[in-house]
């Protein structure tokens, strides 16, 4: 069994700056994907950036040059670090672990950016 616990979402204006955090635990295989998605109201949930175990990233153009991830995979966690938010940004933002044995989501963090 896998749990993913994500933190670090809440409010802030526009042009500032969020830290979220992811911790995996359980059966963690040490090749995987963990990465980070968000869905607002209405939308479609779609992916913000990836990482895998070795360290290549992968960012959906709206967050390139905005946001970065990265990852520890000694304590199995993923950060991403929100810079320069615009209230597109705003949405519930969930982990993910993608490793053989299946893929797991966390239990989402809201962000919400004000104009």
């Known amino acids: 069994q896998v749990q993913l616990v994500e933190s670090g979402g809440g409010l802030v204006q526009a042009g500032g700056s969020l830290r979220l955090s992811c911790t995996a635990s359980?059966?963690?295989?040490?090749?995987?994907?963990m990465g980070w998605y968000r869905q607002a109201p209405g939308k479609q949930r779609e992916l913000v950036a990836t990482?895998?175990?070795?360290?290549?990233?992968n960012y959906a153009d709206s967050v390139k040059g905005r946001f970065s991830i990265s990852r520890d995979n000694a304590k199995n966690t993923v950060y991403l670090q929100m810079n320069s938010l615009k209230p597109e940004d705003t949405a519930v933002y969930y982990c993910?672990?993608?490793?053989?044995?299946?893929?797991?989501w966390g239990q989402g963090t809201q962000v919400t950016v004000s104009s």
């Open positions: 993910r672990l993608q490793q053989i044995i299946g893929n797991y």
């Open positions: 359980g059966s963690i295989f040490g090749s995987n994907v």
């Open positions: 990482i895998t175990s070795g360290g290549t990233t």
